[in-house]
């Protein structure tokens, strides 16, 4: 249903999501299979609700995320090789102000080295890396002039 689809959007989802919903649609004119839709969103919106604690509000929109990688891809075309690498590891900063304390803690809890092997863990040898090995000259070959 429309209706809950944007007050989620608008709202967030919490513990008392389906029983805004419950009230904004109380009045509505609807047929037999309409009223049952709207049983089974008022408890499908319960349920996922329900797991929150009373102070929380979820966001419930991918706009966020939408956003972020816009972003991301908006920064990553500079970049000459297209791939999901240690870019990805800037989509953070598009969520906060980076002020100066915030940078110094980051540079005083987070070592290079760890980034560096983080990356290689997860996300492994990079194209650039890829390419440059593949195309290494070997030993022994002759150069072009």
């Not at 904004?24 to 349920?47: C, F, H, K, P």
């Not at 803690?105 to 890396?129: C, H, P, Y």
Request: net charge positive; with cysteine; aromatic share 6%.
């Amino acid at each position: 249903m429309r209706r809950a689809n944007e007050q989620l959007k608008q709202q967030g989802l919490n513990r008392q999501s389906h029983l805004k919903f419950a009230q904004a649609t109380q009045q509505m004119n609807l047929s037999e299979q309409g009223q049952a839709l709207r049983t089974q969103v008022i408890d499908y919106i319960q349920q996922q609700g329900s797991s929150l604690d009373d102070t929380q509000t979820w966001v419930a929109s991918s706009d966020v995320l939408e956003s972020l990688f816009g972003k991301y891809k908006l920064f990553s075309q500079r970049s000459p090789l297209q791939e999901v690498g240690r870019l990805i590891l800037t989509l953070p900063l598009c969520t906060v102000q980076l002020t100066v304390p915030l940078v110094k803690r980051a540079l005083e809890t987070m070592r290079g080295i760890d980034v560096d092997n983080w990356a290689k863990q997860v996300l492994g040898i990079s194209m650039f890396a890829q390419r440059r090995a593949a195309f290494k000259q070997q030993e022994g070959d002759t150069k072009v002039a």
